[in-house]
Each structure stands twice: as structure tokens, then as C-alpha cells.
């Protein structure tokens, strides 16, 4: 992943202080995920927070699926961005 990448990625989590090398850890399965942190939490930031050629960019392609999985969409706020994502997730 790209430092501007990483940067992007550690910006979303503004609220709490986690290093951004956790984050890709846990993104790229190279660390065991907590409870507070796990893949699934960083999707759903991820879609809440970003377009959708940036989400691209931060998640390592043999994950898009897991990323818009239903467990994860399930977890957006609202009706339209659920939508939005399986729809988009037909395409991957």
C-alpha cells in the first residue's frame, strides 16, 4: 500500500488512535484482529468515508469481496449506501 494510501487510511480512524501499520495489518490479515479492530469495522468505515475508486485503492483487490460482504453492508447506516454497495458488489 502507498504512504499517501496509509495516510488516507489512518485519517478515517481521526477518532481514535490507532497506528496506521495496525490498520493495513489487520486489512492484510498479517495480524490477528480485536474485538475494537477488526477487517470488517475498517470496510465499513471505509464505505461510509470514502468513494468508491478510493475504497478500491486502500483494499488489497483479493479482499473486495470480503469488503462488500453482507455481514459488512449490514453495518452502513443507511438504506441508500446498503443498496449502493450490493449493487456495486454484482460487478466484482
Known amino acids: 500500500m502507498q504512504k499517501e494510501s496509509k495516510r488516507n487510511l489512518s485519517r478515517l ?9 495496525k490498520l493495513v495489518s489487520v486489512l492484510n490479515g498479517t495480524i490477528e ?10 470496510y465499513s468505515r471505509l464505505l461510509m468515508s470514502t468513494d468508491w475508486y478510493e475504497f478500491l485503492s486502500l483494499v488489497p483487490k483479493s479482499k473486495w469481496k ?24 454484482k460487478f466484482l
Open 13 to 21: 480512524f481521526w477518532d481514535v488512535n490507532i497506528p496506521e501499520e
Open 33 to 42: 484482529p480485536t474485538p475494537y479492530l477488526n477487517a470488517s469495522h475498517i
Open 66 to 89: 470480503e469488503a462488500v460482504s453482507e455481514d459488512v453492508i449490514a453495518k452502513l447506516p443507511t438504506a441508500d449506501l446498503k443498496e449502493r454497495y450490493r449493487y456495486a458488489r
